[in-house]
């Protein structure tokens, strides 16, 4: 199955694996550049294991992150690290299930309008409440150094990449494909239309979650305004486009060009990043609708 | 109690409400015709209100006489975008879903450059300045000039495009493409020409009401966006392409915003806003004054 693609996955695993490997063994810059690599990897196979699957395009993808950062934070020096940040998945995850039934009813652009939206209301929410708590930020002492944290974000960006390249190759898979090209056909044909979604809405905030707990213990710092920030969202929907979010091997395609392009311009100019981000991403929608991997197809001689 | 009765939270409230059913009145408009999701709206006012700005502390220009060329500009954009961007898909008269997606991230993708080009142009030090800033007493009531010029303006804004829509032909025109798109090409109407009409009568409006917002305002790169949300709330309640639900929605958002907050406090505002957002979307998608739409 693999070798049938341009450019095998394993290929591209093993060299985002090689840049990651490579952040371990020297200083800490490549070390916070590999993190970020792997956090984009895991976020952005996450995001597409519910919205390149199905369709369903979700512009709050941060509120999983959120979550999961609010329970690592919320927790530190009570419970345990090696429970809480599971546990942080475990939340973002039932929290996804919770508010699966009616967010899924609502379809296309509403669908698109109503993640956001939520994502800002829990971000408001928790704002207020950390505010009658009398806490407007929290300072993480005595967390994990970055190299620690690393392992831990690798081991989420492959369980992530695993867990959507098995989803591609199940009947679960299967179901989610039939519902993005016809959700009343697939309904028709029997289907769990809803039973899947909800599915694959609730799997897909588990990892971010975790991630999300992960990298306030990163910043050693936590603020509900800084781990619910939307451009969060956009930036994964920017990275599954650009890569291409019909297999595994897009979201690391996307990610590699993303953080690639932050490194060497983030300093020089911010503003000059994002203008390139935003032109990369109108072109990836007008010229190249199946990302840099429709490229890798091309190349590899189209079937 | 008493305070909710008084004409000052009245005031503001009307003023907010006019601003917002003009900004939704253009998302609106493009939404409707064409089935494009402009989430760069709100970035659209925001040329709106540098060029009120820059016209403002340059040349000494009113931003009240400046309105029409700061219409003309940023209309000129939407033209632009139109023309790079959704001309070809519009023709090519893709599935419904396809368009309002692609569209979506397209207009994401704008939003960020639009953000940045000015950041970079203009820093991203927010400005402001000073005009028709004395204080009446009208009925016991202190107003500001400029906010007295932003309500009149805005509400002969849609009342000229209101008369429009009804009268005009091609304002007729319009209201056909946004009831059926099909059935309006059968019955001989120039897509190509009413699309453009309403590109350039969207983006100039939204330039127009940035021009308004900037005497009350800071200007930032960055102000647009609570713009574009506060429309997209305000033409999902109204229902997605229902020009006078919209309209009826920007007011009704602006009156619960100004006395929720008058009764609680201003931390709840966000949370009001999403909350209501949400609330519409889960449970009457088609708005709050809309009729149930094919989807």
């Given at each position: 199955?693999?070798?049938?693609?341009?450019?095998?996955?394993?290929?591209?695993?093993?060299?985002?694996?090689?840049?990651?490997?490579?952040?371990?063994?020297?200083?800490?810059?490549?070390?916070?550049?590999?993190?970020?690599?792997?956090?984009?990897?895991?976020?952005?196979?996450?995001?597409s294991l519910f919205s390149g699957m199905t369709g369903y395009i979700s512009l709050g993808h941060v509120v999983a992150y959120g979550i999961g950062a609010y329970v690592v934070a919320f927790s530190f020096k009570i419970v345990p690290l090696w429970l809480s940040i599971p546990l942080a998945g475990v939340a973002a995850g039932l929290f996804a299930l919770m508010v699966a039934l009616p967010v899924l009813r609502v379809r296309g652009p509403y669908f698109v309008i109503l993640t956001f939206g939520l994502a800002?209301?829990?971000?408001?929410?928790?704002?207020?409440?950390e505010t009658g708590l009398g806490k407007s930020s929290r300072l993480l002492f005595g967390a994990p150094k970055p190299d620690t944290l690393l392992w831990i974000m690798v081991g989420l960006a492959a369980a992530a990449t695993v867990a959507l390249y098995a989803v591609h190759r199940s009947r679960f898979g299967r179901g989610l494909d039939a519902i993005r090209e016809d959700e009343t056909a697939a309904e028709t044909i029997g289907i769990p239309v809803v039973r899947l979604k909800v599915l694959a809405y609730a799997a897909s905030a588990v990892i971010p979650g975790m991630v999300g707990g992960v990298m306030a213990l990163r910043s050693t710092y936590f603020e509900v305004l800084q781990v619910f920030n939307p451009t969060i969202s956009f930036t994964i929907v920017t990275i599954a486009i650009i890569g291409g979010a019909g297999d595994a091997r897009g979201p690391i395609l996307g990610a590699l060009f993303l953080v690639g392009l932050s490194e060497v311009l983030q300093n020089a100019s911010p503003q000059i990043y994002l203008i390139l981000l935003g032109l990369c991403l109108i072109g990836c929608v007008l010229f190249l609708p199946t990302g840099l991997v429709g490229l890798l197809h091309r190349k590899g001689g189209a079937r | 109690m008493d305070f909710l009765l008084s004409g000052q939270l009245l005031f503001a409230a009307l003023v907010l409400g006019s601003v917002y059913a003009v900004i939704a009145l253009g998302l609106n408009l493009v939404y409707g015709t064409m089935r494009l999701l402009n989430i760069a709206h709100g970035e659209i006012v925001m040329v709106g209100a540098y060029a009120a700005f820059w016209g403002f502390s340059l040349l000494g220009l009113s931003p009240l006489v400046a309105l029409p060329v700061v219409g003309v500009l940023t209309g000129a954009i939407g033209l632009f975008l139109y023309g790079t961007l959704f001309r070809a898909q519009l023709a090519a008269n893709k599935?419904?879903?396809?368009?309002?997606?692609?569209?979506?991230?397209?207009?994401?993708?704008?939003?960020?450059?639009?953000?940045?080009?000015?950041?970079?142009?203009?820093?991203?030090t927010p400005r402001a300045y000073q005009h028709l800033d004395t204080v009446y007493q009208i009925g016991g009531v202190a107003m500001t000039g400029n906010r007295i010029a932003t309500l009149v303006v805005s509400v002969a804004i849609l009342v000229a495009v209101l008369l429009f829509l009804n009268r005009s032909i091609y304002g007729l025109a319009v209201k056909a493409l946004i009831q059926h798109r099909d059935?309006?090409?059968?019955?001989?109407?120039?897509?190509?020409?009413?699309?453009?009409?309403?590109?350039?009568?969207?983006?100039g409006i939204a330039g127009i009401a940035g021009a308004l917002v900037s005497m009350a305002e800071q200007i930032s790169p960055f102000m647009g966006f609570p713009f574009t949300i506060a429309s997209f709330v305000v033409i999902i309640m109204g229902g997605l392409g229902n020009i006078v639900g919209g309209i009826m929605a920007g007011f009704l958002l602006a009156f619960i915003e100004i006395y929720a907050v008058a009764l609680t406090s201003a931390n709840f505002r966000s949370i009001l806003i999403y909350g209501i957002f949400v609330g519409i979307l889960v449970l009457r998608p088609q708005g709050l004054l809309g009729k149930a739409r094919r989807s």
């Open positions: 199955m693999i070798r049938a693609h341009g450019l095998p996955l394993a290929a591209i695993l093993a060299g985002a694996a090689a840049l990651m490997v490579f952040g371990l063994g020297s200083g800490s810059y490549w070390t916070i550049v590999a993190l970020n690599l792997a956090m984009w990897i895991a976020l952005t196979q996450s995001w800002e209301l829990v971000k408001y929410i928790l704002l207020n409440v | 599935p419904v879903a396809q368009l309002e997606a692609s569209s979506l991230l397209l207009f994401f993708g704008v939003s960020i450059v639009m953000q940045n080009l000015a950041s970079l142009a203009f820093t991203a059935a309006a090409r059968v019955v001989g109407i120039n897509v190509d020409r009413v699309q453009t009409v309403s590109i350039l009568a969207g983006f």
